[in-house]
């Protein structure tokens, strides 16, 4: 069961329905512009269909003051090996650089390797190797590099490397 996790300005809950505030956020090509979401055109559909059939947990972030949506976590469960495979996209831009990505991610990593919460052995997360937003928060956040996927994207017609971390319990 996904749990709601808080943060001092955060409540990070789960994610049970598709708004069309997500769907702004998917098909804007700045917010996805590191994402392979930036290849698809999202519907309030595809959406809904991605949340209901999500295998792991997702989330979404909001601000305690404002009430407001301003993102969303996961963590894609591989059962078989005790992993997850995490990501966050923060789609409000007024939330960009101030810290908000880095506590809820500190926060449901947390959760997800504590013994009583999510109970995982590694959470593992890849980015863009021009990424630097997600750089700095992995570097934050205890991961460790573990390497590189050289060439592994296409960024503005040019081979952008996809860097691989990982964290263990």
């Not at 005790?82 to 831009?93: H, K, S, T």
């Not at 700095?136 to 960024?155: C, D, P, Q, V």
């Amino acid at each position: 069961m996904t749990p709601t996790i808080s943060t001092p300005r955060m409540i990070v809950k789960p994610l049970v329905n598709a708004t069309p505030r997500q769907v702004r956020w998917l098909n804007t090509s700045e917010i996805v512009k590191h994402s392979e979401q930036r290849h698809v055109k999202h519907t309030m559909e595809t959406q809904m269909s991605y949340v209901t059939t999500f295998e792991g947990h997702l989330w979404g972030i909001r601000d305690i003051d404002k009430d407001v949506h301003i993102g969303n976590v996961s963590a894609a469960i591989d059962k078989n090996n005790n992993v997850a495979d995490v990501g966050i996209l923060i789609g409000e831009c007024d939330y960009w650089g101030k810290g908000y990505g880095q506590e809820a991610w500190i926060a449901v990593c947390s959760w997800l390797l504590d013994r009583e919460g999510g109970r995982l052995r590694k959470i593992e997360a890849g980015c863009m190797a021009n990424n630097v937003a997600m750089l700095r928060i992995l570097a934050a956040s205890g991961f460790t590099y573990e390497g590189e996927r050289l060439n592994h994207f296409l960024f503005g017609g040019q081979p952008v490397g996809m860097k691989l971390f990982g964290r263990f319990r």
